[in-house]
């Protein structure tokens, strides 16, 4: 009797673990899944991290790095262009780089070295990181997150794609206060065919001008909180690092957009006054036509000798030439 008991007894016990293996397992599965679901869908407001500074690690390469903004460590991807890998670990992506560019996989991996010493560059004075928090995946064990990045000189992807070290692909979304992403493309690719024109960065690695820089004053974008929310202090103002805060889509701005409402001025612009080659985009998108986009082709497109030569601005016709010239000096 005692060796049924116990026969009984192991069998209980044998069942009883696996159910309750099966068990631990199970909420560990949905504890992860979890986890990667809250990841990926990130922030519906764009989270600003202001006076962040670029941590050097190996992993760092010309659209992903790592960065802290106050004691915490982040690994940012950046939005809409993507410059080509570091190394040969992923040949088949460098294939694909090359090929875009016209250049070999050894010269996408002279490009990719260039890209990440150029972001080393611009990221070595403090920059402010616009992001939803949504999960770029990768695979370091630190979460990567897709942003849209500030320098002193405006977006850092704009200014790779002018240099000609990277090319408009990967995740897309709207910048901050842009209503669709088709926009800053079109700004991107007007960037990417004067690299081509200059022959710079990649668009020149066969000519020997990888590392020359564009020459011409471009009008790289900027994003800036809305007057409007709330009044800044100066103890704000003078703050290391700021904390992380959400805001609606709606109050985050480019700085180009505050003037949006301020259209109806263009009626007063007076004729045969405005100077093409020092113009702002403010005075730009006074002048009947010129809307915010065709203002940064503008600025994009000078040095001009004069105003007639707008004809050769990207998106400007006969018809629009006529409309907008009389007032151009």
Request: charged share 25%; net charge positive; with cysteine.
């Amino acid at each position: 009797m005692s060796q049924i008991r116990a026969g009984r007894l192991i069998l209980r016990f044998s069942i009883f673990s696996r159910v309750g293996v099966s068990a631990i397992i199970a909420v560990a599965v949905l504890g992860a899944s979890a986890v990667h679901v809250a990841a990926r869908d990130g922030s519906k407001d764009w989270v600003v991290l202001e006076n962040c500074r670029l941590i050097t690690n190996p992993a760092n390469d010309g659209d992903s790095f790592h960065a802290s903004a106050g004691a915490k460590e982040y690994l940012f991807r950046l939005y809409l262009v993507d410059a080509p890998e570091t190394d040969a670990r992923n040949p088949g992506r460098l294939i694909e780089q090359g090929k875009y560019f016209g250049i070999t996989v050894p010269q996408a991996i002279e490009v990719g070295q260039a890209a990440k010493e150029f972001i080393q560059e611009k990221l070595s004075q403090p920059f402010t990181v616009f992001t939803h928090m949504s999960d770029a995946m990768g695979q370091s064990r630190l979460e990567r997150f897709y942003a849209f990045v500030e320098t002193k000189e405006g977006d850092l992807g704009e200014q790779l794609m002018r240099n000609g070290l990277a090319r408009s692909y990967g995740f897309k979304t709207a910048p901050p206060g842009i209503q669709s992403s088709r926009i800053e493309l079109e700004k991107l690719q007007q960037f990417e065919n004067e690299a081509r024109q200059d022959k710079i960065g990649a668009w020149g690695v066969n000519d020997g001008r990888l590392h020359a820089r564009a020459q011409t004053p471009s009008a790289f974008s900027s994003f800036v909180p809305e007057v409007k929310s709330r009044p800044r202090s100066p103890r704000a103002d003078s703050s290391a690092v700021a904390s992380p805060i959400q805001q609606p889509v709606a109050s985050i701005l480019r700085s180009s957009s505050v003037e949006t409402n301020k259209s109806h001025a263009k009626e007063k612009t007076p004729l045969g006054k405005i100077d093409i080659n020092t113009a702002t985009e403010k005075e730009l998108t006074k002048v009947p036509g010129i809307g915010h986009v065709m203002a940064a082709r503008i600025i994009a497109a000078r040095p001009f000798r004069n105003a007639d030569d707008l004809k050769r601005v990207s998106g400007i016709g006969d018809k629009k030439y006529a409309q907008i010239r009389p007032y151009f000096q």
